[in-house]
């Protein structure tokens, strides 16, 4: 490290180009999951919840006498906060996602989109959207990418317009949310997007049928087939309830996709977003 620098950065190279981590100015993208307060809520699973651990001479809370507290938590990955999925998500065969999400930094790409209504783009998904339905779509997302990038992204982080901060918390079972349309989830794919974080609760309509075609489209699994064997990108991840402040501008960043070391086709995530500056 050269003399008089700073202990919280790093160095990085990338395409031949070497660019300086900013480690002490990270953006946590993780919503935070409130046990006794507000918390967001989609599809049709209960609250996340922290209960005491209670036994005849154990109460698993010290303001009820216990020696420590003890907690048993309750949520759904998929539906109760920021997670991060793979493929085993739609597939007979077990697919642990903490086996396919990389450590170390990832280069990404932060961009923020308008969804628009089904009724003004011909982009859609299967089934058709419905008349009240909004979409991120193919051509929002080609808009708002740069025209140069200071390096390959294959992470992608997709912030939606509007931005309020209520999303932390907001119940998507009344109040329906946008979602991929498959035109726009196969240009992440020609585009090299290996891991894609939405702050949406998922990239399809939450009743699709059961047919999931944009997470179909971006890990690359024929429709109607469960078979692990016929995924075309069984590496790749999807990070659903992400939520970026206002004050973290598009652009080229490094990303860490932090996740505990739990089995199962999604966990519970924090992702990580860290300046850049050419060094």
Not at 5 to 31: T, Y
Not at 201 to 220: K, N, Q, T, V, Y
Request: include cysteine.
């Amino acid at each position: 490290m050269p003399h008089g620098d700073s202990p919280m950065a790093a160095w990085i190279e990338l395409e031949g180009r070497c660019f300086r981590i900013e480690l002490s100015q990270a953006h946590d993208l993780a919503i935070a999951l409130n046990f006794d307060g507000l918390q967001p809520r989609w599809f049709d699973a209960p609250a996340a919840r922290s209960t005491p651990l209670a036994s005849d001479h154990f109460s698993g809370r010290v303001e009820l006498g216990a020696s420590c507290n003890c907690s048993s938590l309750s949520l759904t990955p998929h539906c109760d906060g920021t997670h991060t999925e793979g493929a085993g998500h739609l597939t007979r065969e077990p697919l642990a996602v903490r086996s396919v999400v990389p450590a170390g930094f990832l280069p990404a790409l932060l961009l923020s989109v308008r969804p628009v209504g089904a009724a003004d783009t011909a982009e859609g998904g299967l089934p058709a959207p419905g008349a009240t339905d909004l979409l991120i779509t193919r051509e929002a997302i080609s808009h708002a990418w740069p025209a140069a990038l200071a390096f390959t992204p294959c992470a992608l982080i997709v912030r939606t317009l509007p931005n309020p901060p209520s999303k932390r918390s907001t119940d998507y079972r009344e109040h329906p949310a946008p979602y991929l349309s498959v035109s726009a989830a196969r240009l992440m794919v020609q585009r090299g997007i290996e891991h894609l974080l939405l702050d949406v609760p998922s990239a399809d309509r939450a009743d699709d049928g059961g047919r999931l075609s944009a997470h179909r489209e971006f890990f690359g699994l024929p429709g109607g087939s469960t078979s692990l064997a016929q995924v075309r990108r069984p590496h790749c991840t999807i990070t659903e309830l992400v939520y970026v402040d206002d004050r973290v501008a598009d652009g080229a960043y490094l990303l860490s996709l932090q996740i505990p070391a739990l089995g199962g086709d999604a966990v519970p995530s924090r992702p990580l977003l860290y300046p850049v500056r050419p060094a």
